[in-house]
């Protein structure tokens, strides 16, 4: 169980797994404080794997996508400490932590203000595996990884859970099989509902097409993933998490 903790620095804020035993520092975000494993994966900002006291973790720092980085790359506007998007996703990632939904274990935000805006960084364990998208591009995707993949799918919306940009990077299959869902920034708790459900089933199959996905391996992967997923969605009703969106 995560145990959430707040301090305050010099020009803004961290929360934290006090669980570890170890209060983190700002210099925690300095990626250039690390010895650096296994490069940066992709994707907008880029994540340094970084080893730290508790091992191996994952630094992000939050940085703004499209027309809204033209204006500044990774500032956003303040609207208090629990709207930064890093407490968010640090405090959404302990919640689904506790539930035992697999995601990575959040180990520290923090944000540092600056006038009307601010800057965010996460830390996370690092999960070992590749991606989806790694996995299509090596052409290692089958009926049975698929069908763990619906299953997965099925758990997070079965409990109510929504991922704001549920693609083919933002899933990792380990050596074992397991997968995990990765990047929960502006992802919340939602009333389950079928709509929002299927619109994210719906991006994630635009994420494999945009990736190369051509037919009929497409189909082959696709159908048993959603065979899958609806098996599971069948089962008996979870209580509703969070509230209606």
Request: charged letters at 20%; proline letters at 5%.
């Amino acid at each position: 169980m995560v145990q959430t903790q707040v301090q305050s620095t010099a020009d803004g804020a961290i929360i934290f797994d006090a669980g570890t035993g170890i209060a983190p520092t700002p210099a925690w975000f300095d990626r250039t404080q690390w010895r650096e494993h296994g490069g940066a994966s992709a994707g907008r900002g880029g994540v340094a794997f970084v080893e730290t006291p508790l091992g191996v973790c994952a630094l992000r720092h939050y940085r703004r996508g499209g027309f809204a980085a033209r204006v500044s790359a990774d500032a956003y506007v303040w609207t208090g400490a629990a709207r930064t998007r890093a407490f968010r996703e640090f405090r959404l990632l302990a919640e689904l932590v506790d539930r035992g939904l697999p995601v990575p274990a959040p180990v520290a935000a923090r944000y540092v203000r600056g006038g009307a805006a601010y800057r965010a960084d996460l830390l996370t364990r690092r999960v070992p595996g590749e991606t989806l998208a790694a996995l299509l591009a090596q052409d290692r995707l089958d009926a049975a990884l698929a069908a763990r993949v619906g299953r997965t799918l099925a758990a997070f919306h079965r409990a109510g859970v929504w991922h704001a940009d549920l693609n083919a990077h933002n899933i990792l299959i380990d050596a074992e099989g397991t997968v995990t869902l990765i990047d929960f920034d502006r992802g919340r708790l939602r009333t389950p509902r079928f709509a929002w459900q299927q619109d994210n089933l719906q991006r994630l199959l635009r994420s494999l097409r945009k990736l190369g996905a051509r037919e009929p391996g497409l189909a082959a992967f696709w159908h048993p993933l959603l065979a899958a997923y609806h098996e599971a969605m069948a089962r008996p009703a979870l209580p509703a998490a969070g509230t209606a969106a």
